[in-house]
């Protein structure tokens, strides 16, 4: 019995995933109910109960959240955006009801989001996931040996994703990707060209802990197919800034802020909407316990 609820279980979390991922890669669009619930092959009845039952969150407060983060994500990223322009891009129909969600998550509206320098907006978020408890963290980068903007081309990964805080949780890592390793070695998937990944879906500060999204990732054949909770996903090519790093284990979140609140708005480029993502170099074991990581930020063609 308990052998049949696991798999059974594994079959719903393929299945959120692949409406997670439809949804990350639709935003801009309508996204009506029975359209998702055609996506993840479940009644329309039952799809939203069964999506909140596995994530904790109903599906229009996680299409909401997520239009509303990468919103003001554009929002400060690049200033010579209009808001309604943000809005249509991010699928809300209106400015107007574009304006009301803002007031409603973040107090303020866009012009006022818009001013808010690093340290008081990731005041205003840590306060609305904390109930307005004190927060006080100074903003903290991490300089990369090697910073360059390059064009990839597409990828096929096979991953497994994890929702829930991770930030300085290197046991977290580490359990995640021996998972997708003992995964990877019994199908016989892992050979020299392997390559190692660690892919984000959500916009850092802008998203409670508890809701955090990230996938661990390893490089896979186009013919590779998603098997309960290891999915299947492509990674969009394109222009991206790579910031090269040697990091510590507590120095991740520095070598980000640097990528995203430093050098991006300095930097002229302006970002897209594609999945920002961690790559793991090989490299020899290194005396102090760091190790090279390379971050990539999409940014769009100028």
């Not at 197919?225 to 090269?244: D, L």
Request: glycine residues 6%.
């Amino acid at each position: 019995m308990e052998l049949i609820f696991n798999a059974s279980r594994q079959v719903y979390i393929s299945k959120i995933n692949e409406v997670q991922d439809y949804i990350e890669n639709h935003l801009e669009e309508e996204l009506s109910t029975k359209q998702l619930a055609n996506v993840a092959c479940f009644s329309e009845f039952h799809f939203q109960r069964i999506y909140k039952l596995m994530t904790g969150e109903s599906l229009y407060s996680y299409i909401k959240r997520l239009r509303l983060e990468k919103a003001v994500y554009f929002l400060r990223s690049n200033k010579k955006l209009q808001v309604q322009d943000v809005a249509f891009a991010v699928g809300f129909s209106t400015q107007a009801s574009f304006a009301k969600a803002l007031k409603e998550r973040y107090g303020m509206s866009a012009s006022e989001l818009r001013k808010l320098d690093d340290q008081k907006m990731s005041q205003l978020i840590n306060e609305l996931s904390m109930n307005g408890k004190a927060f006080n963290q100074e903003m903290q980068y991490n300089i990369p040996i090697k910073l360059t903007i390059d064009i990839i081309e597409p990828f096929k990964v096979l991953y497994l994703r994890n929702t829930g805080a991770y930030k300085g949780d290197s046991d977290l890592f580490t359990a995640l990707f021996n998972k997708l390793y003992g995964h990877a070695t019994k199908k016989n998937l892992i050979n020299s060209q392997t390559k190692w990944f660690v892919m984000y879906h959500d916009f850092g500060e802008l998203t409670d802990e508890d809701k955090l999204r990230l996938s661990v990732c390893m490089s896979v054949e186009n013919h590779q197919e998603s098997q309960g909770e290891f999915g299947v996903m492509e990674i969009s090519g394109g222009k991206y800034a790579i910031g090269r790093f040697l990091l510590g284990a507590d120095a991740y979140q520095g070598a980000w802020n640097y990528m995203i609140s430093k050098w991006l708005p300095e930097s002229g480029y302006v970002p897209d909407d594609r999945l920002s993502f961690e790559y793991y170099p090989a490299q020899e074991e290194q005396n102090d316990n760091r190790r090279l990581v390379e971050i990539f930020i999409p940014i769009a063609p100028l």
